[in-house]
T-cell receptor
């Protein structure tokens, strides 16, 4: 959806570099998520945030950090990129008001390659 | 943590054939959501099931939630090339904090 945007869409970087992936949304949702997708492994949750002051680790947070700058912005950083972090990264949002039933809206994804 | 297993991992059908993907859990699920990801695209929400035995239809797609709320299925009747993609099931975890995604079923449809 154009309501959730990610920048950059593609990035090639070298081992050891610091990388930031950005996500913005105009849906007015409180909840935002970062996922990683590897072939055959589905979507794995890296971090999630329920509001600006509430940030939580997901299943695979090691090597990653996040910042929730505003309700609409949620950034993912790789402090020192390594080749096995090469993957497709998705940001997602959800309303969160329908407890247990809210659905997620995904951005277009960022394809990251670490050489 | 809670795991949702999806089978098959991959299926290749001829256009017009039917297709089914299954989502199974060892524990009772609070709900099931289904998403579709086209090649090169992002996951898009299809439907949500919350009641035991629930069946919902969207044109050629039929979604079912098991009576025991431990499994779900997505059936596509008379597949079309536009059905190509990966179908994921997802379940809200016990604390209602996050979705846990299945590994997905990749569907390829040949004309």
């Amino acid at each position: 959806d154009a309501d959730v945007t990610q920048t950059p869409r593609n990035r090639i970087t070298k081992t050891g570099k610091r990388i930031m992936l950005e996500c913005s949304q105009t849906k007015g949702h409180d909840r935002m998520y970062w996922y990683r997708q590897d072939p055959g492994l589905g979507l794995q949750l890296i971090y999630y945030s329920f509001d600006v002051k509430d940030i939580n680790k997901g299943e695979i947070s090691d090597g990653y950090s996040v910042s929730r700058q505003a309700q609409a912005k949620f950034s993912l950083s790789l402090e020192s990129a390594i080749p096995n972090q090469t993957a497709l990264y998705f940001c997602a949002t959800s309303d969160g008001r329908l407890t247990g039933r809210d659905t997620q809206y995904f951005g277009p994804g960022t394809r990251l390659t670490v050489l | 943590g809670q795991q949702v297993m999806q089978i098959p991992q991959y299926q290749h059908v001829q256009e017009g054939e039917d297709f089914t993907t299954y989502c199974n859990s060892s524990t009772t699920l609070s709900n099931i959501q289904w998403y579709k990801q086209r090649p090169g695209g992002h996951p898009v929400f299809l439907i949500q099931l919350v009641k035991s035995g629930e069946v919902k239809k969207q044109k050629r797609l039929t979604f079912q939630f098991g009576e025991a709320k431990k499994n779900s299925s997505l059936h596509i009747t008379a597949t079309q090339t536009t059905d190509v993609g990966t179908y994921f099931c997802a379940n809200m975890n016990t604390g209602f904090q996050k979705l846990v995604f299945g590994t997905g079923t990749r569907l390829l449809v040949s004309p």
